[in-house]
Structures are given as structure tokens and as C-alpha cells.
């Protein structure tokens, strides 16, 4: 017989599928596709479109798009081919100068732009010093912008007079915000800024002077790329080229972290949603045995049979996946929503690559779980038409698992998880599965006892669960997971900052003072005496960077991305101590007893950066201070209290090892409330002084943190729903006996509200099961997080009891609804068709 066209098959797959829409395990499979689609599509959006902002973020700290730097000026062959390029040019020049006026002089922080700078982000200024900042252009020539903090240093008002060298520029507004300024807390001189064409008469920069020029550049990426290629080749040694992506390793930390755990909850998702699907597409495949029979007697081939219905899943997961590409495309556009306060104004669309790796994602789950059971229906014998018991030979092991882990594999690789982590979490999840689902089992097997003496609808819908265990204890491990999740979040949301907050004794620092200047030590320590109870003693601060630990370079021995590698990237702040300062212990060593420092003075370091620079006591460390290079031995290690709200340390040094350099100090302290006037006139008196305000960043952190949870828990709804799906999947493949049995029990004389009870009882004990599985596992880990990660105390928490009442509400509701069909269908025509 000739073999049907693929027109024709298609066309009687698409009849068969819009036929069959409103079966259930059609409907569970549907939305067990969307969901995963759905959720996968709004991860990826989110993280696609989040890098494309702190790209553009990443700019923003450049001013530019591409940043050439270097301590002479960039020659003119390089200024010429950017701009045959066709790209936008800034010239930027910065040093230091003093600042004269008649009132006085001061050290500041000097740079001068030419027209049009910044490239990216805004400049922005206020019309007088605390007055509300604006964004505009810079200065004119003849014009300079300075900070509040100049201001009140040399008593300015706008409209005066300074001096930067032989040239009078007159202030005409206070400068607030420069999207590219370099440095740290610890940066000591005020800043102005003035025009570049004014540079030249000022006289300061000469040869020989401590000078940076940057030279910034916007354009097309392809142009940028092209520039960049052409600078490697002639570049000096003194200059340093920086773009977006090489200056965003340190911004994307955070957000690769919370990627990587979002990627987590989509494989959650992804992960029940192709359980749901493998449990609807076993109802699939064993409800159309017969009509595979029948296709087969009417001529069909096995290949076309197998076709013909691997093209209706096939049609049915392309709806899915466009539906759930649609819905996720909607949800991060809440999700960003529910962000806005913590992401830039103008975050990138994202184009349609996310979408595109949703939808791959939807079918690679949906032939990964759906093909073992799919590949059945071309196995069914045609002499089934006659004899309803023949059944067909089921696939072998290796297709079912080999199927199931490609998917897997595949969707990890798209989400790019780590795979260390991801094998953890799967080989600690099963672990744990396997032994609450064995203790489960052990629970509803002695259950079996209660039967005889339980009421008739307790009998009914405990039986229900006895007779299929195994299906009973993966449900109820599949929401006591869920609910486990979605309790640990609320657990955590609030509870974790309060209790932290607890933590702190009466009067703990609020503020933090830094760049006190040395002449103004004295003076400083004894205003604080006098507005503070307890201040921390002043600890000298000196910016020096870790570069040999016993001769070798230190980049050689730290591991990518730990905590010595981050400290050996930048600059530390150093300080000495003859004192041990609160908040630290010793681990090991002992702390010095001398005034002074020795041959080779000694250095106490912290004990987790110890471990991960692999420190031991009497290594000899190098240190960069400023150009020159002092060596310390490690004499003790410390365990610091970071969350103290005390100045705390990496690197403390013996007495007299520092002293001779140039140094600024830091301390913390505390106000009352309502003390505002004070703080105002502290400012005031030491105008060269930073006041940080630790309530202002703990009010910050709170909105953070409320942000952050309401997205996670807004990403969880779709671990949820896949949770639903799978309830709903396995509902559906019990279905047909439950119909059977519905019937049976209504043709003996069981009334509707009989069974309906036994069904409201059956699945309240199954989603009751579940709240009592997330509460334990919920205090186990909350547990494990206090003692060991937190240091918190932990005590029990009673609300976690409602647990077991919101998963009965929950699973009972969905499972009465999704059995419904069971209890209308008529018992004489399920009985005929027995």
C-alpha cells in the first residue's frame, strides 16, 4: 500500500488534535509546556536584559564607551583614527592643585573636560551647595564647578573667585555628580571641574607633573571594536585601554549570582513541568492504543502511526511554547516592574533571543519526557482491535533515562548553570527525596491499620492513596518541596534583617567618619567625646595593595573568584594597632607586646583571607604603599565581627611600620536620635571629613531586600504552578480509574456527597502530608542557616504549624476540582464501555 503523504497526515494529526482539545491530559500537557516556556522565557529576558543594562551602566562609570588613558597625552595619529571612525570624542585632564582664594588655600582634585564630556551618563550640578542637583552641561570657559565641601573649606559663595594656578575662574555652580569619578571613600581633596580650553593658561601642568589624560570615545560597537584593535598595536607603556565589558566583572558579581539562582528556580520549574508532561503524555499514550490499533488494520504503517501522533504533540507543544513565549515576555515586564527602583532608567528590550531559547527549551522537555511513552504507540499489535488486553512491548530502560537526562542536559547547558552546584543541589534533592518518600511510604503503609475502624469516607479516600503509594508520596514531596520554598522566603524576608539588627548591643555605631585629617585628629576625637557615649578610637587608614607572599607574586596563588583574589585586585586600606581592636579574636599567633616595629615588623590578618590566600604564621607578605615597598611577617590571624558596625581590617600592622606615609584616619560612633543639628555642625568644623549614615544604608538595604524577595517570590509562582501541573498530571493519569470506581460505587448505592467527601479527605491528607514536609524541612534548614552560615540563634517558629492547614486548603481544592469529571460522568455508560 502506498504510503500516506505528509500533507495528509499533517492534516489528520491537526483534525485528531482540535477533536481531543478539551481531554484532560491534552490540557495538563498544554499547560505543563506553557509554564516551563513561560518561566524560562522570563528568566532569560530578565538576565539578557539586565546585562544589556550594567553594560550600559558599565559606560556610565567610563563616561564613554571606550576609555584611553594614560599619564601623557595620546598622540595625534590616535586622536585621528577614532574620528575617521566616525566616533564621538572627549578629552579629559586630571590633577591636583591648590585652590587659592583670599580666604585661604586648599589641595583639590582639578579636571578639565572639553565640550561635550561626559559621552555617557550625566553631569550633574546644584545652583547652590545642598540645594536639589540637575543634569546639564559642564562649565564654560572662564567658568568652574567645585563641591559643597570647597565651599565651606575656603568659605565660598557663588558667583566668587579661585585661583587654579595663574588663572581666576569664577564659580558658577556646585558640582554634585560625575558619572566617571575614580576612587573610593577614603579620597581625600575636594573636586572642580572646569573647561578644557582654559587649561593651557593656568600654567599647572608642566613636564614632569603628576598628570592623567583620558581620552574618551563613543560609537558604533563594530567601529569601537575596529579602534580598539588598531590602539593594541601602538600602545605605550603608560597607557591602559578600558571599555564596558572590562570594567563590568566587578558591577556583574552580584548579578551573576542572582542569575545563577534564578536559572536554579527555571530548572525547578522546567524540571515538574516535564514530570507533568511525562505523566500526561503515559495518559496519552495509553488512551489511543485502540485508535493505534485501528489506524494500523485501516493500513498505516507503524512509522506513519508513530508519525501521525508524535505530530499532534508535536503541534500541541508549538501552541504551548508561542502561548508561554507570550506570557513570558509579559511576566519580566512585571518582574522589572517590581524592580524599578533598583535598575537604570533605560534598560535594553532584549530582543528576541530569549524567547526563541523559552521556546527550544519547552520542545527539548517535551521530546525528552514525552518520547518513551510516545514511542509505545508504534509498538501496539493490530489484533488489539480484537483483544483489548494485548498491550504493546514497552520501550527499553535506556531510552526512557537516556531521553529524560539529554533533556536535561541540554536545558542546564542553555541555562548555563555551574555544574558542581547544579549536581549538588540534584544529588542532595533526590537524596532527600528518597528518604522523606521512604519514610512517606513506611507512614501510609501503617496507615493501612486505621482502615478498619475509620469512617466510610475516610476508608474511601485513605484507600485511594494505600492503593497507589508511590504516586501519593511523589505528590506529596513534590508541594511539600514547593511550600517548603515559597516558607523559607517568607521565613527569611523579614525575619533574617530583624534579627541581625537584634544582634547589635545599646548604642551601636550609626555613623562612620572617614578622612579625618591627621592635624585634625585631636581635635575630632575630642567633639566625638563630647556628642558620642562610646566612639571607636580613630585607626589610621593607608591604601596599599598585597603583591608577593614569601617572594612570589600573589596573582599566582589565589583561586579566581575567592576572597583573596578579590582582595588582591585592589587596594587595601592598612592600618596599625598597638591594641587589639574590638570585635577580634585570635585564632592563632599572638598579638605584639613591643611599641615598635622590628627588622621585619609584624602583620595581623584576617582568618578567612589567611585561608584563602593560603597564609600560614612567619610568611613573609610585600605590600605596593604609594610606590614603595614594605614587607611585613605574619605574626597572628583574627576572626573579625564584620557585621559590628566597628572599623574593621584585613590587615592590621605593628606600631611604627607605617607611620612615616601619609595617612588619613576612620572611626564610627553613636548618635542619638533627633540628632541631627550636631551631625550638621561636626560637618561644618571638619569640612574635609565624610559622614556616612549607617540607618540612611540600612533603610536602603531594607528596600533592597523588600524588592529582591518580592521578585523571588514572583519567580517562585512559577514553580508553583509547575508544582500545579504535576498534581494535575497525576490526577489525569488515575483519572480513568477513578471514573471506573465512581461508578461502580454509585451503582452499589454510594451517594454524590459520599464521594465527594472521600475525595475532599484524600487529597486534604495528601496536601496536609505536604504542609507537614515543608514545615520540618523548613525548621531543618532555617536551622542549619542560623548555626552555621548566620551565627544567629535559632528557636522554633509556631506559624510554620499553619503549614499543613495551607497545604490541605491548597492540594484539596485543586484536587476536588481536578477530579470533578469523575463524579458527572454516567455509571451506566462507563459500565457499558467496560
Not at 464 to 477: F, I, T
Not at 764 to 787: H, K, N
Request: hydrophobic residues 50%.
Amino acid at each position: 500500500m502506498r504510503a500516506l503523504p505528509l500533507s495528509r497526515l499533517f492534516a489528520l494529526a491537526l483534525r485528531q488534535l482540535l477533536r481531543d482539545a478539551r481531554s484532560g491530559e491534552l490540557r495538563v500537557l498544554f499547560f505543563a509546556l506553557l509554564i516551563a516556556v513561560a518561566s524560562s522565557t522570563a528568566i532569560g529576558y530578565f538576565s539578557a536584559r539586565l546585562n544589556g543594562a550594567m553594560l550600559l551602566r558599565a559606560t556610565e562609570f567610563l563616561g564613554a564607551d571606550l576609555l584611553l588613558s594614560g599619564s601623557a597625552p595620546a598622540t595625534s595619529e590616535q586622536i585621528e583614527a577614532g574620528r575617521q571612525l566616525g566616533l564621538d570624542h572627549a578629552q579629559v585632564v586630571e590633577f591636583s592643585s591648590v585652590i587659592a582664594t583670599d580666604q585661604g588655600i586648599q589641595l583639590a582634585s582639578v579636571k578639565a573636560a572639553s565640550a561635550g564630556y561626559p559621552l555617557r551618563g550625566e553631569l550633574k550640578s546644584a545652583a547652590a551647595p545642598y540645594q536639589p542637583e540637575q543634569p546639564g552641561t559642564g562649565p564654560g570657559p572662564g567658568e568652574a564647578w567645585a563641591e559643597a565641601r570647597l565651599f565651606a573649606a575656603l568659605d565660598l559663595k557663588i558667583g566668587q573667585s579661585i585661583e587654579v594656578g595663574n588663572l581666576p575662574l569664577r564659580l558658577t555652580r556646585v558640582l554634585t555628580y560625575e558619572p566617571d569619578r575614580a576612587g573610593d571613600f577614603y579620597s581625600l581633596t575636594p573636586r572642580v571641574l572646569m573647561h578644557l580650553d582654559d587649561l593651557p593658561a593656568t600654567g599647572v601642568v608642566q613636564p614632569g607633573s603628576r598628570v592623567r589624560y583620558r581620552e574618551l570615545w563613543r560609537g558604533d560597537e563594530q567601529a569601537l571594536q575596529r579602534y580598539q584593535d588598531g590602539l593594541q598595536a601602538g600602545l605605550a607603556a603608560h597607557q591602559s585601554i578600558e571599555d564596558a565589558r572590562s570594567g563590568n566583572r566587578q558591577i556583574g558579581g552580584a548579578l551573576g549570582r542572582a542569575e545563577r539562582y534564578l536559572n536554579l528556580a527555571s530548572l525547578a520549574a522546567v524540571l515538574l513541568a516535564g514530570v507533568a508532561v511525562a505523566l500526561s503524555a503515559a495518559r496519552f499514550a495509553a488512551r489511543r492504543f485502540d485508535s493505534s490499533a485501528l489506524l494500523r488494520c485501516l493500513g498505516l504503517s507503524r512509522r506513519e502511526a508513530l508519525s501521525l501522533f508524535a505530530l499532534q504533540l508535536a503541534l500541541l507543544g508549538l501552541l504551548a511554547c508561542i502561548a508561554g513565549a507570550v506570557l513570558g515576555w509579559a511576566g519580566q515586564l512585571i518582574l522589572f516592574k517590581l524592580l524599578a527602583g533598583l535598575l537604570p532608567a533605560g534598560v535594553p528590550p532584549g530582543g528576541a533571543l530569549p524567547a526563541l531559547a523559552g521556546m527550544a527549551i519547552g520542545l527539548v522537555a517535551l521530546a525528552g519526557f514525552a518520547l518513551p511513552p510516545l514511542a509505545a504507540l508504534g509498538r501496539v499489535p493490530p489484533l488489539r482491535v480484537l483483544r483489548r488486553d494485548l498491550l504493546p512491548v514497552p520501550p527499553s530502560s535506556w531510552l526512557v533515562y537516556g531521553a529524560a537526562l539529554l533533556a536535561l542536559g541540554l536545558i542546564m547547558w542553555r541555562l548555563s548553570l555551574d555544574l558542581k552546584l547544579t549536581l549538588a543541589l540534584l544529588g542532595g534533592g533526590l537524596l532527600t527525596t528518597l528518604l522523606l518518600g521512604g519514610l512517606l511510604l513506611l507512614t501510609l503503609r501503617s496507615l493501612r491499620r486505621l482502615l478498619a475502624r475509620a469512617s466510610l469516607p475516610w476508608r474511601l479516600g485513605l484507600g485511594q492513596l494505600l492503593r497507589y503509594p508511590l504516586a501519593a508520596a511523589g505528590q506529596a514531596l513534590a508541594f511539600g518541596l514547593i511550600l517548603l520554598a515559597m516558607a523559607l522566603i517568607a521565613l527569611l524576608r523579614g525575619e533574617l534583617l530583624d534579627t541581625w539588627q537584634d544582634q547589635l548591643p545599646e548604642q551601636a555605631p550609626n555613623h562612620f567618619a572617614l578622612n579625618v585629617l591627621p592635624a585634625e585628629k585631636e581635635a575630632f576625637a575630642a567633639r566625638l567625646a563630647e556628642i558620642s557615649p562610646q566612639p571607636a578610637p580613630l585607626y589610621p587608614i593607608i591604601a596599599g595593595r598585597l603583591t608577593e607572599i614569601n617572594g612570589a607574586a600573589v596573582k599566582q596563588i589565589v583561586s579566581k573568584d575567592s576572597t583573596g583574589d578579590r582582595a588582591v585586585r585592589r587596594d587595601l586600606s592598612l592600618t596599625w594597632s598597638a591594641e587589639l581592636p574590638s570585635g577580634n579574636e585570635l585564632v592563632e599567633g599572638q598579638w605584639w607586646t613591643t611599641g615598635g616595629a622590628g627588622a621585619v615588623p609584624g602583620v595581623s590578618v584576617e582568618s578567612e583571607l589567611a585561608e584563602s590566600l593560603q597564609l600560614q604564621l612567619g610568611d613573609l607578605l610585600t605590600f605596593d604603599v604609594g610606590g614603595l615597598q614594605r614587607q611585613a611577617r605574619v605574626s597572628s590571624l583574627r576572626k573579625v565581627e564584620w557585621d559590628s558596625f566597628q572599623p574593621n581590617f584585613y590587615m592590621i600592622f605593628e606600631p611604627g611600620t607605617l607611620q612615616d606615609l601619609p595617612a588619613t584616619y576612620l572611626t564610627s560612633f553613636y548618635l542619638p536620635p533627633n540628632s541631627e543639628q550636631q551631625l550638621v555642625e561636626l560637618a561644618r568644623a571638619f569640612p574635609a571629613a565624610t559622614l556616612l549614615q549607617v540607618e540612611a544604608l540600612l533603610a536602603q538595604l531594607r528596600s533592597i531586600l523588600a524588592q529582591v524577595t518580592l521578585a523571588v517570590e514572583y519567580v517562585l509562582l512559577f514553580v508553583l504552578a509547575a508544582g500545579l501541573t504535576v498534581l494535575f498530571a497525576g490526577l489525569q493519569s488515575t483519572l480513568d480509574e477513578r471514573i471506573r470506581q465512581g461508578a461502580l460505587l454509585r451503582a452499589l448505592g454510594a451517594e454524590r456527597r459520599l464521594l465527594i467527601a472521600a475525595r475532599r479527605t484524600e487529597f486534604a491528607l495528601l496536601g496536609a502530608t505536604s504542609g507537614v514536609l515543608a514545615a520540618l524541612g523548613c525548621e531543618l534548614v532555617s536551622l542549619l542557616l542560623y548555626r552555621f552560615v548566620l551565627d544567629l540563634p535559632w528557636q522554633p517558629h509556631a506559624w510554620l504549624l499553619l503549614l499543613p492547614l495551607i497545604g490541605a486548603l491548597l492540594v484539596g481544592t485543586a484536587g476536588v476540582l481536578g477530579t470533578r469529571r469523575a463524579l458527572n460522568v454516567s455509571p451506566l455508560a462507563v459500565l457499558r464501555d467496560t
